[in-house]
């Protein structure tokens, strides 16, 4: 292992050394932006969409907007807001290659410059005090994802405290999920009271990003904050790295196929040869 490392660190530069480290100790990276100006043009069209779809007018401060939207909106209207402006979003084609850009760089640097992103996208709005569209504990490689990829989760607003979602950091999950077998007849909620004091609220600044592995246990709990939650999250893997039952040209597309990959894919031995 210590061999290993120390190869390893020839072969890359400091930073992506130093980010490894953190994402391999924690599961998870916080970071700024790559790309500001992206952050701000998505924040702004989803505010927009939010906006055409509730029939008000948005001024320029799409933060106060986005973080007010419980005084126009209740839990009745929400599933259909948050449609309108995810079916928005994902209507404008400089979309996909914007929320990249925000973390191009450290995407690359944990997962790899040859590219599968998730076609689709989600988006999660939580009005303070909604219970009705929470996502219990969960790690998405239970459900059909592949453990190879990389969530990027963008908040549209400041997410703090149980205005985000909690993560069970690496060093505790490995262990939580070895014994959980322990706990399969109770329910959920039984077992997320049991690791409660293991978990962690990460606070995301807006204007931050979160990487994180879906390995990790993880969700969110009523936001007893006294602002909506907006948050975007998509999943990036390395392309010929395995998939699960998430596939290719369904769930994912590739983004950065590279030359040689492409040329190798493609070909054919003569005949005679593979017989
Ligand atoms: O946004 C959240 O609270 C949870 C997101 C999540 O479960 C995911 O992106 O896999
Ligand atoms: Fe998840």
Not at 100 to 119: D, H, K, P
Request: aromatic share 8%.
């Amino acid at each position: 292992m210590t061999q290993n490392m120390a190869t390893e660190t020839a072969f890359f530069s400091a930073d992506e050394t130093a980010l490894a480290e953190r994402f391999l100790r924690d599961g998870y990276v916080i970071l700024p932006a790559e790309d500001a100006a992206a952050l701000t043009r998505i924040q702004r069209a989803a505010a927009s969409a939010a906006a055409a779809h509730l029939g008000l007018d948005l001024d320029d401060d799409a933060t106060t907007f986005l973080d007010t939207v419980h005084e126009t909106t209740d839990v009745a209207g929400l599933n259909d807001l948050r449609l309108a402006v995810i079916r928005s979003l994902l209507g404008e084609p400089w979309l996909r290659p914007a929320y990249f850009s925000l973390a191009r760089g450290a995407i690359g640097a944990l997962c790899g410059n040859e590219l599968a992103m998730q076609r689709g996208m989600g988006l999660s709005v939580q009005l303070p005090g909604d219970t009705s569209s929470l996502l219990p504990l969960h790690a998405d490689v239970w459900d059909g994802d592949s453990p190879f990829e990389l969530v990027l989760w963008t908040p549209l607003v400041d997410a703090m405290k149980t205005k985000s979602m909690f993560i069970a950091p690496l060093a505790r999950d490995r262990d939580i999920q070895a014994g959980m077998h322990a706990h399969q007849s109770g329910s959920v909620e039984q077992f997320f009271e049991t690791i409660r004091d293991q978990i962690v609220f990460l606070d995301v600044p807006y204007g931050s990003v979160l990487l994180f592995s879906q390995t990790l246990m993880h969700g969110n709990r009523v936001n007893e904050e006294a602002t909506t939650r907006w948050s975007l999250n998509c999943r990036f893997k390395s392309l010929l790295s395995p998939y699960a039952d998430k596939k290719i040209g369904e769930f994912f597309e590739p983004i950065t196929l590279r030359p040689a990959t492409r040329m190798g894919s493609d070909y054919r031995l003569p005949r005679g040869f593979d017989e």
